[in-house]
């Protein structure tokens, strides 16, 4: 199984960025831990870019099976990726690190839900490696 796993803006500061809320471990620690499980070929990547990210999805398209994305701060203003992410014909599982319900408001909707097979929030980073335990499974 190939899982295509996206992370949106601000995410290349995980551990360092309100860790109150984020936790402590960096995004290189994320891929790390996602690739010791060694349930499928990963292709772990980060932008800060709404067109990059579109980009991504457009090319995942026709060779594999999953996408797991955390939009970040797309999440909740991006029909663009949601667009991208309907174009895309696989099983999408979407991350928060946070429980986006329990913060402001702004955040309790997103976009990319419309379309997400599964919604993970609040698990800290845990929730990477619960979306990749269910694809896999
Ligand atoms: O950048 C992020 C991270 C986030 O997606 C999360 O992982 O909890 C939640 C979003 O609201 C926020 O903009």
């Not at 070929?41 to 990059?52: A, C, K, P, V, Y």
């Not at 990726?81 to 909707?109: P, T, Y």
Request: glycine share 8%; with cysteine; proline share 2%.
């Amino acid at each position: 199984m190939k899982i295509l796993i996206l992370n949106g803006p601000n995410l290349n500061l995980l551990g360092t960025r309100e860790p109150h809320i984020y936790g402590a471990d960096t995004l290189t620690d994320v891929e790390a831990s996602c690739r010791a499980m060694d349930l499928a070929e990963l292709d772990f990547r980060q932008s800060n870019h709404e067109g990059i990210l579109i980009d991504w999805i457009q090319e995942a398209r026709g060779h594999t099976d999953a996408i797991v994305i955390n939009p970040g701060g797309f999440s909740h203003t991006s029909v663009a990726i949601l667009d991208a992410l309907n174009a895309f014909e696989g099983r999408v599982v979407e991350v928060h690190v946070s429980n986006i319900h329990k913060r402001e408001a702004f955040r309790h909707h997103s976009y990319v839900s419309h379309r997400a097979d599964a919604v993970i929030a609040g698990l800290g980073v845990e929730g990477y490696r619960a979306a990749l335990r269910w694809l896999a499974g």
